[in-house]
């Protein structure tokens, strides 16, 4: 395989040479779209850092979901913006609560679309920690029963699949148990099974009223250096049950997800996050950037790395563009 008997270039000639060698592939079934929702009617705030991106009162969700639906977009997952918040997140797993609203009255409309719910109680509690507190320490055994409880409402409620974020250790089998021992042994998980401590989520914390009143979550989420332990809380959430497991975010941790795909045979998401959606908008705002191409390129590398499944606030953007 050497010049001049080889020359990759013959088949970059034309655009359908390319296209009978090109190895990947986005396709609409592949993508996720983050929605959040909170309490009122007629609500749809913009939200700055996330242009396009906004939050939603359920009717006006339910707007938001039939163009998603239109789109061909299979599955969306719910971020709740609670209507009161506390020491322990009670309102996550409230019946009434905004994210069990949202999914009662989305699956009445639309029972096809796979409703997918983020399982975590920073957005629920007072202190802004994914889990609840013993003194300034977050209690990761007590925290996991309160997630399995969630999960459970979220089931209750009519969600497909609950997506845990919160990194407590063996929350997944906690979950597993409870949804099974409830009637939901078909109500799937997808793990936020290696989810890193980044700075890259700035934007969203804004979208889901969500930062820590003191500390960080470095005690819980991964340090950014490690991949080695991304292949251990990837095995154990396999083994606790986990149906899909996913990285977050995507784009700095293009090589963990290689690693996952290529250890494990199981689906795998990466999470495009809100850090990664606000830089290409921002560059593309001030004419730096070709905004739909960097999206597209961003997205298919994505695929490229390994990942099945790409949770995209691009997933509208992309699925328009591959549609035309
Ligand atoms: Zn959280």
């Keep these: 395989m050497h010049f001049p008997v080889y020359r990759p270039r013959r088949m970059r000639r034309t655009e359908n040479l390319r296209r009978m060698v090109r190895e990947n592939f986005l396709n609409v079934n592949q993508f996720i779209y983050p929605l959040f929702v909170l309490p009122g009617t007629r609500v749809k705030n913009p939200i700055t850092s996330m242009p396009q991106v906004f939050q939603f009162s359920v009717d006006m969700l339910l707007e938001e979901i039939k163009e998603v639906v239109g789109l061909s977009i299979p599955a969306v997952i719910l971020f709740g913006l609670p209507h009161e918040k506390d020491e322990r997140g009670t309102e996550a797993y409230s019946q009434n609560g905004i994210v069990q609203e949202a999914i009662r009255a989305i699956k009445d409309k639309y029972p096809e679309l796979v409703v997918i719910t983020d399982v975590c109680l920073c957005e629920y509690t007072s202190h802004g920690h994914c889990g609840i507190l013993k003194g300034r320490e977050v209690d990761n055994d007590a925290s996991t029963d309160i997630l399995a409880k ?175």
């Design 150 to 324: 969630v999960a459970v409402s979220h089931a209750r409620a009519g969600a497909d699949m609950v997506a845990p974020s919160d990194m407590m250790d063996g929350r997944v089998a906690v979950m597993r148990q409870a949804l099974d021992e409830n009637g939901f042994e078909n109500i799937a998980i997808l793990a936020y099974a290696a989810k890193y401590c980044s700075a890259f989520y700035g934007p969203f914390r804004e979208a889901a009223d969500s930062a820590p009143q003191f500390g960080d979550r470095r005690s819980y989420q991964m340090d950014a250096a490690n991949s080695n332990e991304a292949l251990r809380e990837v095995a154990m959430d396999i083994e606790e049950g986990a149906d899909i497991v996913m990285v977050k975010p995507a784009l700095a941790y293009l090589d963990v997800i290689r690693r996952v795909k290529e250890t494990y045979d199981w689906p795998v998401a990466a999470y495009n996050v809100s850090g990664e959606y606000a830089m290409i908008k921002a560059a593309a705002a001030r004419g730096w950037l070709d905004e739909e191409r960097v999206m597209m390129e961003t997205l298919i590398a994505i695929r490229r790395a390994g990942a099945d499944l790409i949770l995209t606030y691009f997933a509208k953007d992309a699925a328009k563009l591959l549609r035309s």
